[in-house]
């Protein structure tokens, strides 16, 4: 990616001194690392957003689930004093 933006540099007339040049290929390369990272770093906070999303609805479940769980109170026997 480099040559071809010092190709287009000098393609359109500006004037590209050695200090230009070099300052240029520095911020290059200074900027490829984030923003090869850039796509990995937004689809890691999209599962990040989502994950956060699924544990909000499971921690705002009710306790137990209607019908699920039944209380029968004992049957009282009769018991002959």
Known sequence: MQPAIITCAVWMGNPLSMTSMILALSMMDRINWPLHMLPHFMREVKESARAMTRIQKFFLLDET?????TTKEPA???SSI
């Open 65 to 69: 689930q209607a019908g699920l769980v």
């Open 76 to 78: 009282h026997e009769a």
